[in-house]
DNA sequence: CGCAATCTTGAGGAGAGTCAAGATGCGTGG
DNA sequence: CCACGCATCTTGACTCTCCTCAAGATTGCG
């Protein structure tokens, strides 16, 4: 729980990234890489609860999230939080800080991560000099959209187990997609509470859920550890499709 | 009800566009506005009630919303229906659909709208040749995306009072930064099923939340037109801030 | 080994949903 | 100009999902 500070760090090349040898990536061209390496001013290493963009703040920085799994939330006067959405490997932060003046959603690490950082000085100079990797922002923005347009038709109309089972559909596919699932199983971090707040459920309720999915044969979870036992009856549950599975940008 | 067909119409060349005139966007050079109106196809005008872009179809185009109301939407398969965000004159419409290649959401005028419709395959120019038009999408998407996100705020962690409060003080400063409020009043042209529809609530209980609240004396909402009779007490309410207003880019 | 976070279970309650019926308003056509 | 029909709004009664509170079990870590 408690935070080491976080540290810069010597980083590799971009041209070296292990993310991007992945399939779920678009490739880009080795003058594409060497203009991101220019971007990159560091790398950063923040442990697991410590925030990396904190609510309210003015992002100063641009990043790519190269290992671990963080959060995107906002938190009520009161206390209440709602998460946003989950952060895996290659997901892009900080867009939104970045264009708005403030911010109204902190950042938040879930494990230990590694972060890329960009330039925030420099972020104009993508538009100006790489049409390309401009496009491929607007793509990840996009793309970031999408899963919240999720999140909301989940908290809004479906019931409890229907969200769960969509989430976790979700979060399996986006682990699978960067690597994380070894023969069916994911290493998922969170809390049962992240879920209720991820989800909009209280913490007892998304227990008593996944009780139920386990004794339904749906799903293994426990230990931080997820299998699917049933996908397809999963998806049948969350009324979800299995979507086309596109390359996408990676900065 | 019965939807006239769309239909393309002359318009007006963009530099005299009455939207651009207002304070809420950002100014354009006279060469960008030029480009702008090479992008621009034609303009279309759709009945209320009518599809936009029906869930599940690839969109051809994008448009920016010149007048009259929208909304983005998802149906699961047994009826239920979200409401993802209202669209007010100036918005970019179909950006997702342009980016994915197959969009999950549908978009329906709530009113009679005017569309201007931008070719399709001249997105890519944008980022091509015009990198501040470029970045301008990017920052219409990350607004579009903290609009949703404030609605899944609301579906996730507000109560019912809290998430009507939110979406009427968002739609009335909305509409208010195109100059759709007059005297203290909006014409709201949204169905209580509509408001239902959008907090994740049932249309019967967002009845009784706005009979509330016209007994506290909070709203004066009926007939099509809403107006704010304590707007202070609506903002403790749905614990929001009034956010800063800078000008916003128009396409 | 012991503390703290997390998970689990139970009991009771409340916010919001569903069903159903009636009221109101409005556009259309006679 | 009025009558009809449909959509929307309103109200009541009852139900149910999910919440809150609370206590105990389990796990992991220092």
Request: with cysteine.
């Amino acid at each position: 729980m408690h935070a080491r500070s976080t540290a810069p760090l010597t980083g590799m090349p971009c041209s070296h990234c292990t993310l991007r040898r992945r399939a779920a990536f678009r490739c880009n061209t080795a003058e594409e890489i060497a203009f991101i390496q220019s971007l990159k001013v560091s790398e950063i290493a923040a442990a697991a609860h410590q925030a990396i963009v904190p609510q309210g703040d003015r992002s100063q920085h641009l990043y790519t999230l190269l290992s671990g799994w963080a959060f995107r939330y906002v938190i009520l006067p009161d206390g209440r939080r709602q998460i946003l959405n989950f952060l895996l490997p290659g997901d892009l932060l900080g867009l939104q800080a970045r264009l708005f003046d403030q911010t109204d959603h902190g950042i938040e690490a879930l494990t230990d991560v590694v972060l890329c950082v960009f330039a925030r000085e420099r972020f104009w100079d993508i538009y100006q000099g790489h049409p390309r990797l401009a496009f491929d922002v607007t793509w990840l923005g996009a793309r970031e959209e999408s899963l919240v347009d999720d999140g909301l038709l989940s908290a809004g109309r479906r019931t409890a187990a229907e969200r769960l089972a969509a989430m976790l559909l979700q979060l399996h596919r986006r682990a699978d997609s960067v690597g994380l699932v070894r023969d069916g199983g994911v290493e998922l971090p969170l809390t049962q509470a992240h879920l209720a707040d991820a989800l909009g459920l209280s913490a007892v309720h998304v227990n008593r859920t996944i009780q139920a999915m386990r004794r339904a044969r749906l799903i293994d979870i426990g230990g931080g550890v997820m299998r699917m036992l049933d996908p397809k009856a999963m998806r049948v549950l969350a009324r979800a499709v299995a979507p086309a599975l596109e390359p996408r940008p990676l900065l």
